[in-house]
């Protein structure tokens, strides 16, 4: 019973270069959603989605893009990487739109 | 806006000690309200929740009650154990609002044995 599964767990790039950060989940679960979490600012919401084909953005969404082509994977994409989304970035789903219940083990990124 | 506060950590107590995490809010429609937590190296679980007033959600010895009149939803536990030591972070997700979920800082316990 896999969960939620987040690749890689760790990851070094360069300013500018871009990278997507998986997300794949064996629930059915409708609800998807992306945070990032910094030290002493909790977790802030950059995506989610409420299904295939439906995304939206959250509190932090600048520099970050998603899809949601099937109810398995939710990816997120950085296009242009910079040192500000040095983080440690979570996935979360749901049976409850905006009721985060099952998380991933986490990715942590750094930008140099 | 919509927001949670959480009392600043780390909260460092002794092994069979009372707790409590204190966790006020702000917003402006009909709160659901949360309490996660997060075991070092780990991403978050959902611990409990409570989706109106005077609810009380409860899992693993904890509990915490929706208090509308104090806007509060406090996590206490009666018997910490050292396996408790972990992240605890507070949140809400605001249906009157754009039903987005909102955590607060993150408290950390540290219990000693």
């Known amino acids: 019973n896999a969960g939620v599964t987040q690749t890689p767990k760790f990851q070094v790039l360069k300013t500018g270069q871009s990278m997507t950060l998986q997300c794949a989940q064996d629930?059915?679960?409708?609800?998807m959603s992306w945070y990032r979490q910094d030290p002493g600012m909790g977790l802030r919401l950059i995506h989610y989605s409420v299904g295939a084909g439906i995304t939206d953005q959250g509190e932090v969404p600048n520099g970050y893009n998603v899809s949601r082509s099937t109810t398995e994977d939710f990816p997120l994409r950085l296009l242009s990487a910079a040192p500000s989304q040095t983080s440690v970035y979570f996935c979360a789903t749901g049976q409850e739109s905006n009721q985060p219940q099952h998380f991933g083990d986490g990715t942590r990124l750094s930008i140099l | 806006g919509d927001s949670v506060t959480q009392m600043e950590g780390p909260v460092t107590l002794s092994e069979e000690a009372f707790l409590t995490i204190n966790c006020t809010y702000t917003a402006t429609g009909y709160p659901s309200l949360f309490w996660y937590v997060q075991y070092p190296g780990e991403g978050l679980q959902l611990l409990l929740k409570?989706?109106?007033?005077?609810d009380k959600g409860s899992n693993k010895g904890f509990e915490a009650t929706y208090r509308k009149e104090t806007t509060s939803f406090h996590l206490e536990k009666g018997s910490v154990q050292v396996s408790d030591s972990a992240v605890y972070f507070c949140?809400?997700?605001?249906?009157?609002?754009?039903?987005?979920?909102?955590f607060g800082k993150g408290t950390r316990l540290h219990i000693l044995p």
């Open positions: 949140a809400l997700s605001d249906r009157g609002r754009d039903d987005k979920i909102i």
């Open positions: 409570a989706t109106k007033a005077d």
């Open positions: 629930m059915n679960h409708e609800y």
